[in-house]
């Protein structure tokens, strides 16, 4: 059974700052890797997905990579905004139907101006 | 199109009455999954629907739990005989099926608390 793990839990950065969520999995024969961001009390909207070929996708600020030998993505955001504060979630899909997935509990992250 | 549309955004009702969930999903989309999502953990998987046919329920999904998607369009998602633990916000997503960019599209969600 596949077993989705974000750390930290919860994390406080300043305005500005670059910084690292990462997610770790326990079956490396993935399909692919999303990331969400949730803000409280709505739905999530995809980030970014990984194919299980490649190593990494960018968005803007953001950059997610993808180890699966090591059963490991990050999620790198630059110049971290106020309004970057919200949940992120990563979520790995049971088998190729990648909607039906197993989700991280998610590492809410707050940037404080 | 506006997204994934969910209805009600919230619904408070009593132990052991009966609620339904409504999930309308971009229009293109064949694909139509539920998740549920309780405070402080990510989403977990109900079911999913492909066009009108439901493809898979999770052990999670009990007896008191069902949900359809007639022609293939908009979905409705019943709890039957309500019970406290069933307080959660219900995740509807919505996808195209296209190898190796499913890429899911998330509704806002409809949050039920029992009391």
């Known amino acids: 059974k596949q077993e989705v793990t974000q750390i930290p839990a919860a994390l406080s950065v300043p305005e500005g700052e670059n910084l690292v969520l990462n997610c770790s999995f326990t079956d490396s024969a993935i399909y692919n890797l999303q990331w969400f961001r949730q803000d409280p009390g709505k739905g999530l909207t995809s980030l970014l997905l990984i194919q299980s070929s490649q190593r990494e996708q960018t968005s803007g600020r953001l950059n997610a990579s993808l180890d699966k030998s090591s059963g490991r993505s990050t999620l790198y955001i630059a110049a971290s905004q106020p309004g970057d504060s919200a949940t992120y979630l990563c979520a790995v899909p049971f088998n190729t139907n990648a909607g039906k997935s197993t989700f991280g509990d998610g590492t809410t992250l707050t940037v404080k101006p | 199109d506006t997204g994934v549309s969910q209805d009600p955004r919230h619904k408070i009702t009593k132990r052991g009455q009966n609620v339904t969930f409504r999930c309308d999903p971009i229009s293109e989309h064949n694909r139509l999954y539920w998740y549920r999502q309780t405070l402080g953990q990510g989403p977990e998987f109900l079911t999913y629907?492909?066009?009108?046919?439901?493809?898979?329920k999770s052990r999670l999904l009990s007896d008191r739990f069902s949900a359809e998607r007639p022609k293939g369009s908009f979905s409705t998602l019943e709890i039957q005989r309500t019970e406290q633990g069933d307080s959660a916000m219900y995740l509807c997503a919505s996808s195209l099926d296209v190898s190796g960019a499913n890429v899911l599209t998330f509704g806002a969600g409809s949050r039920l608390t029992v009391l």
């Open positions: 629907f492909q066009n009108e046919a439901q493809l898979e």
